[in-house]
């Protein structure tokens, strides 16, 4: 009987996250081509990301950058949309833009011992406009979560990791138990 609970248990460890990840997907893409009101499976993920790919080449000409500029600066001066916009734009330039931020995975101790540390990523150095001149901004990603917590550390508190910024980040968010396989 032990035999069944084990290959059970085993197959779910299979299973689970093949399901899991082939759902998301899927309700990706239903939800855009629902979104764009189309019914061919696919279609609007298609069309979604042929989108981004063209404005992401007109960017690059002076004519549409003048545009987009233009819009830059309205939605600067609307007040809601103002923290809105610069928030989105600043979280999705931090994984893929010219200015990522999240490139430093540092161990921060979190007591004076150092018995105690939390894994996370420097995003900014200078903390002057914060009046606090030796300290530095630490984001911690939550397990399992697209959300994190941004702490003020003393700059003494922080030590670098010798490891990629992508696996420091798959083994925060995963909690532990994905990315980097020490031997």
């Known amino acids: 009987m032990n035999f069944l609970i084990r290959y059970f248990l085993r197959g779910l460890v299979i299973v689970i996250p093949i399901v899991a990840t082939a759902y998301i997907l899927y309700a990706a893409f239903a939800g855009i081509d629902r979104l ?47 923290i809105l916009y610069s928030s989105i734009k600043d979280l999705i330039e931090a994984f893929v833009g010219d200015r990522k931020r999240f490139n430093t995975p ?8 150092g018995d ?35 702490v003020f550390v003393a700059r003494r508190k922080v030590r670098p990791l010798q490891i990629e910024s992508s696996q420091a980040l798959a ?11 020490d031997d």
């Open 116 to 150: 105690v540390a939390a894994a996370g990523f420097i995003t900014r150095e200078d903390l002057h406009s914060f009046g606090l001149t030796d300290h530095v901004a630490v984001y911690f990603p939550q397990s399992y979560n697209f959300a994190g917590n941004l």
């Open 171 to 181: 083994f925060i968010v995963s909690g532990g138990v994905s990315g980097r396989k």
């Open 36 to 82: 764009l009101g189309l019914k061919i499976p696919g279609l609007g993920f298609l069309i979604t990301v042929v989108f981004v790919v063209l404005v992401g080449f007109l960017g690059s000409n002076i004519v549409i950058r003048k545009i987009l500029q233009l819009t830059e600066r309205i939605f600067a001066r609307a007040p809601f949309v103002r």
């Open 106 to 113: 540092v161990l921060v101790s979190l007591d004076d011992s």
